[in-house]
């Protein structure tokens, strides 16, 4: 069974490609427009501190986990980027968090499965509500 495509259809997959790609490349020009104001760091679904960032921000900073929050995570800040310290090994075996990297875009997060600990941008500061489903 061969197909055939006609013309309509070669413009319709034409058109949807183009289309695809301009929103490819508006969602990437609209992204780098956006300036991450603020930091959250999550731990057990929690919230637990949100920062003020900009790209001169240049600090180190601390925040308790675990059951009783009992030991320390270290985030690193620097130049419109942040990354997570390395956590003992004991406490987290394999390090992924660590070894994520520098992130410095608003869809990028670090999550560290066996602390569930997530850190995460947002262009602005939650205020109340963010949803409502009925």
């Known amino acids: 069974m061969k197909i055939k ?3 309509y259809d070669k413009f319709f997959i034409t058109f949807v490609l183009a289309v695809s790609l301009v ?4 969602n990437f020009q609209l992204d780098a427009a956006v300036e991450q104001k603020y930091i959250s760091v999550h731990v057990n679904n929690e919230f ?8 001169e921000t240049e600090q180190t900073v601390s925040f308790p986990f675990g059951e009783n929050k009992e030991h320390l995570a270290v985030l690193e800040i620097s ?10 090994h004991e406490l987290c075996p394999r390090g992924i968090c660590s070894h994520t990297g520098w992130i410095s ?6 999550v ?3 602390n ?6 947002s262009d602005k500061k ?5 949803g409502v489903t009925y």
């Open 5 to 7: 495509l006609t013309g």
């Open 23 to 26: 929103v490819f490349l508006l």
């Open 48 to 55: 637990i501190m949100e920062l003020s960032f900009n790209d």
């Open 79 to 88: 130049g419109g980027r942040v990354r997570m310290l390395p956590i003992s």
């Open 105 to 110: 875009r608003n869809y990028q997060s670090i």
């Open 112 to 114: 560290c499965v066996p």
């Open 116 to 121: 569930r600990i997530i850190v995460s941008f």
């Open 126 to 130: 939650p205020d109340g509500v963010d």
